[in-house]
DNA sequence: CTTCCACAGGAACCAGCGGACC
DNA sequence: GGTCCGCTGGTTCCTGTGGAAG
């Protein structure tokens, strides 16, 4: 195909009007099927309006199910409505995703830098950090809304002890006040929870049902409009990517994804409209390159156990925990490197597992002891795509992948 | 009903690192 | 330049356990 050619589709493929509107983190100007989440949130917000402090907010529900989004956009209109008729009151909006953030410092370091009081990134007590922001936060009457989403993070690595203090700050504070807001995937989050810090974390909670196929439909229809030139989509390519979305709980994200890649893939093909198959090579495209991605940024012996896992299952379909501990330990004979004790293997397993590379199972096998069945998640091809790049494991690969 | 396998997974600890503080 | 701090990614040691075999 000559660089004419290439340019001459890319002029006559007409399809994205605006692709920005498709990404994960546009907010848009509505939320449809999500009313009623709106109004209870903005009706347990509304009170910043006047200063005062409204309740802490605990919001769950699976991803994709517009949490973040409606958080933001009430936040948004609140803070719009507060800039014009507040007197007297700042308020601040400190929005943090824990799943970066997952340690008491970070949070208190990002909240410092929200109310623009400069810390070191490292080096103080988490202690002296709290005593920072404490004092920077009560310095003017802020009224400051803590989000953190995806705080389930947060509590797993570094515990509650954070929550607990944000949590009981106020009574300490003479000319401040707080708010938080917490999100979360995980629905048995509470249970990792100091029951002092769920009744006043949670003194409102909210539950956000998945959305429906219907539903994602619509909302897909209602993006595509805004995003996509008129008539380019194909009728069934909708409907297709609600029910493929809808198979994994309602994600509203994936749909988006979806869509989006769909009508790149068509852009890139130069079809003038945006098929089923499309979507089907889509929904191919982000599995596999979500798995690659995975793989390539592993660290080398959680690739070595992940070649193990495959190793064992091409000779025997699945694999137990102590048959990838000894392939694994061959690997590392070949390669002339340590290897690592069985115990950090099999909380390697269970990272694999909670990156779907693999699928990991506990069973027991009754006298045959008790063991991980262990399978692989991913392609062969997305495997050895995202191995590929690494010289240490080129040999490895090369014969036996 | 008891035994016992092959691990799961908790607890405590450690080395090394980057970086701020004094 | 020594000290302190928290994080990461490991180790060692350990107790717990589902269920088929006996």
């Known amino acids: 195909m000559s660089i004419d050619e290439i340019i001459q589709r890319m002029l006559s493929a007409r399809i994205f009007k605006d692709r920005e509107k498709l990404r994960p983190d546009y907010v848009p100007e509505s939320l449809p099927h999500r009313e ?4 209870k949130l903005a009706e347990i917000l ?6 005062a402090r409204p309740s802490n907010v605990f919001i769950y529900g699976l991803p994709g199910t517009g949490k973040t989004a409606v958080t933001k956009y009430v936040l948004r209109r609140i803070d719009a409505f507060a800039r014009e ?5 700042n308020l601040k909006l400190a929005y943090i995703n824990c799943r970066n953030e997952n340690t008491s410092y970070r949070v208190l370091f990002n909240l410092c ?15 002296e950090l709290f005593r920072r922001f404490v004092r920077a936060l009560d310095r003017e009457r802020n009224l400051l809304f803590v989000v953190l989403d995806e705080v389930d993070f947060l509590v797993k690595v570094s515990g509650d002890d954070i929550l607990y203090k944000l949590t009981r700050i106020n009574p300490d504070l003479r000319n401040a006040r707080v708010s938080i807001i917490g999100i979360t995937n995980d629905l048995n989050f509470v249970e990792y929870l100091d029951p002092r810090v769920k009744s006043t974390l949670g ?6 049902r998945p959305y429906t196929t219907e539903e994602l439909a619509d909302i897909l229809a209602e993006r595509a409009r805004q995003a996509f030139c008129d008539g380019v989509l194909d009728e069934a390519v909708i409907p297709l990517c609600a029910s493929l979305a809808a198979r994994e709980h309602g994600d509203a994200r994936r749909a988006l994804d979806l869509l989006r890649v769909a009508g790149e893939i068509a852009e890139r093909e130069g079809s003038s409209k945006v098929l089923e198959e499309h ?3 889509a929904y191919r495209e982000i599995e596999k390159d979500r798995a690659v991605e995975v793989v390539k940024s592993m660290p080398l012996h959680t690739k070595l156990v992940t070649i193990a896992a495959y190793l064992v299952k091409r000779r025997k379909g699945e694999a137990t925990t102590g048959e990838i501990y000894e392939t694994y330990k061959g690997l590392c004979r070949r390669l002339t490197i340590d290897e690592l004790t069985q ?5 390697i397993i269970n990272e694999l597992d909670m990156l779907g590379i693999v699928n990991a199972k506990v069973t027991s096998k009754g006298r045959y002891g008790r063991t991980k069945i262990v399978r692989l998640a991913i392609s062969d091809r997305a495997l050895v795509e995202g191995l590929k790049s690494d010289p240490r494991l080129s040999s490895i690969v090369a014969e036996s992948v």
């Open 85 to 89: 008729y507040s007197r007297g009151v």
């Open 203 to 208: 003194e409102e909670e909210l539950v956000f």
């Open 113 to 127: 830098n929200y109310l623009d009081e400069r810390v070191p990134f490292t080096g103080l007590s988490t202690a």
């Open 279 to 281: 979507v089907r090579k």
């Open 36 to 39: 009623e989440e709106i109004n």
């Open 343 to 347: 115990r950090r293997v099999s909380d």
């Open 46 to 51: 509304a009170p910043a309006v006047k200063g």
